[in-house]
């Protein structure tokens, strides 16, 4: 007969361990469930209730997200992502800020001298064309580039770039 050996008899030490824990769990889960049925008493509260008082959404919102069935195969991803009550109210604010000063200015054209300064000519509504080297403010704004056909404005937090109006276009708002 073959002896066992000092690894054989740690193992299998370890074996009955853990079938004594495993027996142990085993039987202290079986004395807590027979426990719970009997210790559970019937609350008497109505869910509506219940659901005013804990939920910030109502019963009412509640009862419509779930009369949407949101977890149905057939239901469509969103056009525009879910925005927070805070985040809706930031994007209303934005919306409703006037536009900076210089959205309000019309280019009526632009003149580039090769190696010399570069030239736009700005309109406010109702007044005339006036003319801009680059580096010059206007309105709060520092003309930074003229291309042919456009302008580069720098704001304090922004940046905008007009196009050439077109004919027709002179002193109105686009």
């Not at 009955?16 to 807590?32: E, I, Y």
């Not at 959205?103 to 009526?108: E, I, Q």
């Not at 801009?132 to 042919?148: P, S």
Request: proline content about 8%.
């Amino acid at each position: 007969m073959r002896r066992w050996g000092a690894a054989s008899r740690s193992a299998a030490a370890a074996l009955g361990v853990s079938l004594t824990v495993c027996a142990a769990t085993f039987a202290q889960a079986w004395r807590l469930e027979a426990g719970v049925h009997s210790a559970v008493t019937p609350v008497d509260v109505q869910v509506p209730e219940l659901v005013e008082r804990t939920h910030p959404m109502g019963w009412a919102q509640l009862l419509a997200a779930v009369g949407k069935a949101p977890f149905r195969t057939d239901r469509q991803m969103p056009s525009a992502r879910y925005q927070l009550p805070a985040e809706r109210r930031a994007a209303m604010a934005a919306a409703n800020r006037p536009a900076p000063r210089a959205a309000r200015l019309t280019l009526v054209g632009t003149v580039q001298v090769p190696g010399g300064t570069s030239l736009a000519a700005l309109q406010l509504p109702g007044g005339n064309p006036r003319l801009y080297r680059v580096g010059q403010t206007v309105e709060g704004f520092r003309l930074v580039k003229v291309e042919a056909g456009a302008a580069t404005l720098v704001g304090p937090d922004t940046s905008i770039v007009l196009p050439l109006a077109k004919p027709g276009q002179r002193g109105r708002r686009r």
